[in-house]
C-alpha cells in the first residue's frame, strides 16, 4: 500500500501560479494528477513515469502546466502557471497506472485532495 501525501493548494488570482506537492510513501511506476470540480468528473490533468520521467499532458493544462519529480525525496510537483477560474477544483495525486493514464480507473493509489481556487 502506497500513501499519497499532497500539499501547495490555495486560493490564487488569475494569471498567477501555485505549486502542488505529492508525497508517496512508496515507488510506483507512474504518477499523476486529476482534478475535480463540483459536479464533475474526476479529469486527468498531467502524469509522469517514474523510471524515465516521461510526462503527459491533458490539452487543457498543456504548456500551462508543468509536472515534475524528485526521485530522492519520493516527491512529484505540479507546477501551475497562467491559471485560470476554469482551474478552480479539487487537485488528486495519483499513483500506480496498470491502463490508460487519462482513465481514473486505472490508477491504484489516491491521495486526498488539495484545493484549488482561482478567483477573477
Known amino acids: 500500500q502506497v500513501q499519497l501525501i499532497e500539499s501547495g493548494g490555495g486560493l490564487v488570482q488569475a494569471g498567477g501560479s501555485l505549486r502542488l506537492s505529492c508525497a508517496a510513501s512508496?515507488?510506483?511506476?507512474?504518477m499523476g494528477w486529476f482534478r475535480q470540480a463540483p459536479g464533475k468528473e474526476r479529469d486527468f490533468v498531467a502524469s509522469?513515469?517514474?523510471?524515465?520521467?516521461?510526462?503527459y499532458y491533458a490539452d487543457s493544462v498543456k504548456d500551462r502546466f508543468t509536472i515534475s519529480k524528485d526521485n530522492a525525496k519520493n516527491t512529484v510537483y505540479l507546477q501551475m502557471n497562467s491559471l485560470k477560474p476554469e482551474d478552480t477544483a479539487v487537485y488528486y495525486c495519483?499513483?500506480?497506472?496498470?491502463?490508460?493514464?487519462?482513465?481514473?480507473?486505472?490508477?491504484?493509489?489516491w491521495g486526498q485532495g488539495t484545493q484549488v481556487t482561482v478567483s477573477l
Open positions: 495519483a499513483g500506480d497506472a496498470k491502463g490508460l493514464h487519462v482513465i481514473k480507473d486505472s490508477w491504484g493509489y
Open positions: 512508496g515507488r510506483t511506476n507512474v
Open positions: 509522469i513515469t517514474w523510471s524515465r520521467g516521461i510526462t
